[in-house]
């Protein structure tokens, strides 16, 4: 491919070697209002990519060798986009003095932003890609992250872990699962509006990328506006009020600027019952200019986020108590407690070095991370299930007993749920005191515990070979270490807590004191090592009417595990350092664009990249023991999109179509089998996994006059399994146990029947058509209509295995289990296809040069019940099971479903000096 590029390359070269005539565009662009010069804005001949930005008197010059008609579009933070259609024919344009109006609108992207992001359900599902594309004025990848998002709708149906975030120049995404965490800088909405997109698989110029495309975050006070901003929120979404207040100098005697910025958001309770919100954010920035060239920064955030989780939920369990319902909520003393809470603390710190001249662009970057990051959960040990869903307690569970429907208990269930839906923590504390003499804990509240430290070095360099070459290169290191454990927080009345595990009677530590108290860590403690370099190199050409890159990476890849328990169960296996797991891979990946005139173009681009799987599907257990997924390895992707752009007067837009097919992933599962008085977790390992991702994308918006404007969006995809992975089920308890499949108690099952079942990927047909209103006098207000279908639940890949068709009693396939029947069980249906209203509004006011604005939102404003995905029960073992939980229609079994909100509003109010 490379080969083939540079042939490509070469040959443009010569073909446009001989001198060429050029026109000049020049002008000043100031603001409307003020009469003030605009620095850093953005100046570029739609079609032609190449930018350039004003200087500090506003002052622009733009020589291009291209011919024809072509608009020029002028942009800005905070100002409404200008598109001026010149035409190019070797004479220099004057343009003269070019005004620019604020923009009504700038409260929806710096509120939606927001929206988009908090509104994630539970960790589970928590993979927002969408806040990728904030910044983006693509229509589609608007609509995408503003309305799309509310089903959990994944471009191009990838996880968020194929896109990159960079603050500064310095990778953001993390090594155990590849995704950014977009709460280490949550509520910080002021500051990091100032970005860089790269769509897809574009070039980019500050990495090499992923698939999904990657976002630059410059957090220079320089780069953004200065003044004072205040602002007010209120919501009946995942908080109820927000207040954020930033400030930022502006370059002081032309040397130095600095930005403080804070922001607190809560609520005693969002949407979902029983989600308490407790957030706030700091942020500070300094930076010293040292010449005309050359800049020095440092940057310190703190960021930390506590809320309330939410719960998955059968289909049984919402037509009794709704789509709000949260089970791992309950009153005590009168107030709302969570037993799933996520509190995420993790401090960041920044020293960057900038220097910009014509010929060269150097970025490099310290950053240390630290902090901590918690998911509270109760552990009950030989207690009954104090989960209120739990399948014994619902009606479902006596309409399924092998000895026949037993109505009236099934309505006596469905009563006591009616009457006591929420978790008992009265019982839950009456179990540890009175019930239990010995002072021993039947049920304890403890956390999930990782802290991490990771120090991150990056230098990336843009060099202007020529007018026409341009190479790009950068190199990074990464460092980790993560400490990873259970720690008791609370024994709710308990005078200790026995660290057995309950299923085997060993010991999770044979080397600690068994009792433990408030605060102790016990059930698991190790850290895991991460090392993460890489090199890439990229090569931009421009000539006349084509623009082509090619880019290449090197990367190098190690993981480590560490026991710090020494457990009973994993006795040679436990304690102390792994094996060290190395990768090494290149990627490669180029593309080319072809300007047929100046409102129409297309692109093509391609990749190969191999990529070492993330931390967290390196090991199969890492909470006990240092065992590797077997024959693990580097996942390879595939990847070309085509695009054609329209970039008329009037109307805009562009129309894509994509190929990705993913080969050799691995995935690690855990859930827990229930055995009726306590659980015991099931890792689930997956190899040789291929998915195929395919689609078009389409994206339009008609300028109807200077204040109506239409738009209209399309993503039509089909994203599914493209091979059969082999699966490995492996026991907690089973390395305690005389009857081992192997040493390691695991199971082989065979290949999962998977190929050609729908992935999980959010909706993957989506349709938007949006109107939008906006009256000189400023005010705005617009409204999209949304429909959203073929989206599906997660399958069980364990019932797709053959080892699911044998009846243990008699070692032989069930005889009623025929493809026919199989097929029937276990067919895919997808979730409910839905439409959603939502509109949006603003208002702002000039008043002795301060701006105050006002802005509204409405989501799913005819209150639309939806399912935004789920995942099937693996808790069936063989088909038997299976059939009979399904005899009566009503499963005990049946697949769990995250639900979205209903109708939510949004108000803020903004003040800007």
């Known amino acids: 491919m490379i080969k083939h590029t540079l042939f490509l390359l070469l040959f443009v070269k010569i073909c446009f070697l001989h001198a060429q005539s050029a026109t000049t565009i020049s002008g000043v662009i100031k603001e409307r209002v003020k009469s003030e010069v605009i620095a850093n804005a953005e100046v570029v001949l739609e079609g032609d990519f190449t930018p350039i930005t004003t200087n500090e008197l506003g002052e622009f010059k733009l020589i291009t060798s291209n011919k024809g008609d072509f608009i020029l579009q002028i942009s800005t933070p905070d100002f409404d986009s200008k598109r001026i259609p010149v035409f190019l024919d070797d004479n220099n344009i004057d343009l003269g003095i070019i005004f620019l109006e604020r923009d009504m609108t700038v409260e929806k992207s710096i509120n939606l932003i927001n929206i988009t992001d908090d509104e994630l359900l539970d960790d589970e599902i928590n993979s927002n890609a969408l806040a990728l594309l904030q910044s983006t004025k693509d229509i589609f990848l608007n609509r995408a992250a503003f309305d799309f998002g509310q089903a959990f709708f994944r471009v191009r149906g990838y996880d968020s872990q194929y896109g990159e975030v960079h603050l500064n120049g310095l990778p953001m995404n993390k090594m155990y699962d590849g995704r950014p965490q977009w709460n280490n800088w949550g509520g910080l909405n002021d500051v990091i509006r100032n970005q860089q997109y790269a769509n897809g698989l574009e070039a980019s110029d500050f990495t090499f990328g992923g698939i999904l495309g990657n976002t630059n975050i410059d957090l220079r006070p320089s780069g953004l506006r200065p003044g004072t901003r205040l602002s007010s929120s209120l919501s009946n979404r995942t908080y109820s009020g927000r207040l954020m207040a930033t400030y930022n100098s502006g370059v002081k005697n032309e040397k130095f600027a600095y930005i403080i910025s804070a922001s607190r958001r809560w609520a005693k309770q969002g949407y979902m019952d029983g989600t308490l919100y407790d957030s706030y954010s700091v942020y500070g920035s300094l930076e010293y200019l040292l010449n005309e060239k050359n800049t020095i920064s440092a940057t310190a955030i703190v960021a930390s986020n506590r809320r309330g989780r939410s719960s998955a939920i059968t289909e049984e369990v919402q037509e009794i108590q709704g789509n709000r319902y949260n089970p791992y909520a309950g009153i005590q003393n009168g107030k709302i407690r969570n037993s799933r809470e996520r509190h995420i603390r993790e401090p960041l710190f920044l020293i960057n070095y900038h220097h910009e001249s014509k010929s060269l662009q150097i970025n490099a970057g310290l950053g240390y991370q630290t902090g901590v990051y918690k998911r509270s959960r109760l552990g009950y040990y030989n207690a009954p299930n104090p989960d209120p869903t739990y399948y014994r307690y619902l009606p479902s569970f006596y309409l ?100 057995i595990d309950t299923f085997s009677e060993t010991l999770n530590d044979i080397s600690s004191e068994v009792n433990k108290g408030n605060g102790a860590v016990f059930n698991y403690n190790y850290n895991l090592k991460g090392n993460n370099s890489d090199i890439y190199t990229q090569l931009n050409a421009h000539y006349n009417k084509v623009k082509a890159f090619v880019a290449g990476k090197y990367a190098l890849v190690n993981y480590q595990r560490e026991g710090l328990f020494k457990n009973e169960r994993f006795i040679d296996n436990s304690f102390g350092e792994s094996e060290q797991v190395k990768f090494s891979n290149w990627s490669l990946k180029s593309g080319a664009s072809y300007t047929i005139t100046g409102r129409h173009w297309v692109s093509v681009n391609t990749a190969i990249i191999n990529r070492a799987p993330v931390l967290q599907n390196v090991f199969i257990n890492p909470r006990e023991n240092n065992t590797v997924v077997p024959n693990l390895q580097s996942e390879t992707m595939t990847s070309v999109d085509a695009t054609y752009f329209l970039r008329m007067p009037k109307l805009t837009g562009r129309f894509t179509g994509f190929y990705t097919r993913f080969q050799n992933t691995t995935d690690v599962n855990f859930f827990f089998v229930d055995s009726g008085v306590g659980s015991d977790f099931v890792q689930e390992v997956l190899t040789d996994l291929d998915k195929l991702h395919l689609g078009v994308e389409l994206g339009l918006e008609y300028q109807v006059s200077s204040a109506v404007k239409l738009s209209l969006v399309a993503s039509v995809a089909k994203h599914e399994y493209a091979s059969n992975p082999f699966v490995t089920i492996n026991f907690d308890t089973a390395g305690a146990t005389e009857d081992l499949i192997d040493i390691s108690g695991s199971k082989f099952l065979g290949q999962s029947a998977v190929k050609d079942y729908k992935l999980a990927q959010g909706p993957q047909k989506a349709i938007a058509v949006g109107i939008e209103y906006r009256d000189p006098k400023y005010w705005w207000v617009s409204a999209s209509a949304n429909y959203l279908a073929n989206n599906y639940a997660n399958i069980s890949t364990i019932t797709r295995t053959e080892s699911f068709l044998i009846d243990p009693e008699t070692q032989l396939r069930f005889p009623d289990a025929t493809d026919e029947n199989v097929q029937k069980l276990l067919k895919q249906k997808p979730l409910d296809n839905f439409y959603l209203l939502n509109m949006v509004g603003g208002k702002s006011w000039l008043k002795k040069g301060k701006y105050i604005s006002v802005f509204a939102s409405v989501n799913n404003l005819f209150d639309t019940t939806f399912r935004t995905g789920g995942y099937e029960q693996s808790r069936n073992g063989n088909y038997g099971q299976l059939k009979q939980d399904n005899f009566s229609g009503n499963p005990s079994f049946a697949p769990k479903y995250w639900y979205g909100f209903g109708r939510t509003y949004f108000l803020n109010f903004a003040f800007s000096f």
């Open 400 to 499: 399924n007993s092998p000895i026949g429907a037993n109505f009236e208990s099934a309505i006596q269930a469905e009563e006591g749920f009616v009457e006591n839906p929420q978790l008992d923590w009265e019982n839950i504390y009456k179990a540890n005191t009175s019930i239990n003499q010995i002072g021993e804990a039947a049920y304890v509240l403890y956390d999930d515990t990782t802290k991490d430290n990771q120090i991150t070095a990056r230098a990336t360099a843009n060099i202007n070979i020529d007018s026409h070459l341009k190479l790009d290169l950068g190199l990074s290191h990464r460092k980790l270490n993560s400490k990873n454990y259970a720690q008791i927080n609370d024994l709710l009345g308990a005078e200790y807590h026995r660290d």
